[in-house]
């Protein structure tokens, strides 16, 4: 039978009706007769990003290889809703949205272990956290999302990047410059900790409303890949970038379990198969953008600062990992460390 939610999206539906009208391998017995579902897609990224463009792609070849069976809509920046992320993953987790992308950090607020993705340097290069996810640490985060109804993809972690400090006016040299300094971070308890141990006073706000409080005066710096400043032209109300690249940070592309397990295995593979393939390309593009990014940046009228790291890494030795290795478990911190090696 058709998903439920398909009498209460009849456009949607007939837009994907029409798709599947449009294809000619398909019979017309053969389209008149298959389900189909419609489908959300969330993500908390400007329409300009490569994130978009990624899930753009990916839901229009779905569409296209089934025919119209499934046909799913992108929505960048929540769709606008009240509460951003911590809402749309109450809707995801409520059946209220079927697709979603989410950073580790916040969907730890639901699956402890998750945060292990952005631990502070914890790596150094996007490819070993890709490595780590497909083998058996990301094996065990998604049976973790799974008990909690979330289905988390394989190979469909997107890349965003290494993190950076963005400030208003102020240098970021060492560890001791953090002091004081408010910084917005997203809504999640590993984000808190990290710039509270460093000396400065974490501020969580929803990336849609971090524009106009850095432009007026609501929060001193922001931290996120250069492709966020990009993307959300932070570098309107920013002068001053410290590379501290002090965690990784990515969008894990997520379904609603219940609604996955009730698509048909050949829409599945489809879903599947371009997930790989699409992902694989937004890697690409945002990694290639990250990098020249700093001299556009430049130009723009930021200004770069090389940070000694080590003196960040000092003040978490002692308190912040111990934490955090009980908080996120032993399990997924042993098969992060035989990943790579010690952490901390």
Request: proline letters at 5%; charged letters at 20%.
């Amino acid at each position: 039978m058709p998903h439920t939610k398909l009498t209460r999206r009849r456009l949607l539906g007939a837009a994907g009706a029409a798709a599947a009208l449009a294809s000619p391998f398909v019979s017309t017995f053969a389209r008149a007769a298959a389900p189909r579902w419609t489908a959300q897609q969330y993500h908390n990224q400007p329409a300009a990003s490569p994130l978009n463009e990624a899930l753009v792609k990916l839901w229009d070849r779905v569409a296209h290889e089934t025919a119209g069976r499934l046909v799913v809509t992108v929505h960048p920046q929540n769709n606008g809703i009240v509460g951003s992320d911590p809402a749309a993953l109450e809707m995801l987790l409520n059946g209220e949205l079927e697709f979603y992308t989410l950073m580790g950090g916040i969907l730890s607020n639901v699956v402890p272990p998750m945060d292990i993705q952005g631990l502070p340097f914890a790596f150094t290069r996007s490819e070993r956290i890709f490595a780590a996810m497909n083998g058996p640490l990301g094996a065990y985060l998604r049976e973790e999302c799974k008990a909690k109804g979330i289905y988390l993809f394989p190979h469909g972690l997107l890349e965003n990047g290494f993190r950076d400090l963005d400030a208003v006016d102020r240098r970021v040299r060492v560890a001791d410059d953090m002091a004081g300094l408010r910084v917005r971070v997203p809504d999640g308890q590993i984000f808190r900790d990290l710039f509270t141990t460093l000396g400065a006073q974490p501020v969580t706000m929803n990336i849609n409303k971090l524009y106009d409080a850095l432009k007026n005066g609501e929060v001193d710096a922001q931290e996120n890949p250069l492709v966020i400043c990009e993307t959300n032209k932070f570098y309107e109300v920013t002068k001053f970038i410290s590379t501290t690249h002090h965690s990784w940070s990515g969008f894990n592309l997520l379904a609603n379990d219940g609604f996955w397990n009730k698509l048909p295995a050949d829409v599945r593979n489809s879903v599947e198969r371009n997930v790989k393939v699409q992902v694989a390309a937004q890697r690409r593009v945002t990694i290639a953008l990250n990098l020249a990014l700093a001299a556009k940046l430049v130009k723009r009228g930021m200004t770069f600062d090389k940070p000694d790291v080590a003196t960040f890494k000092a003040r978490l030795a002692d308190g912040f990992y111990p934490r955090w290795k009980e908080q996120i478990g032993a399990k997924a911190w042993g098969l992060l460390e035989g990943e790579g090696g010690r952490i901390g």
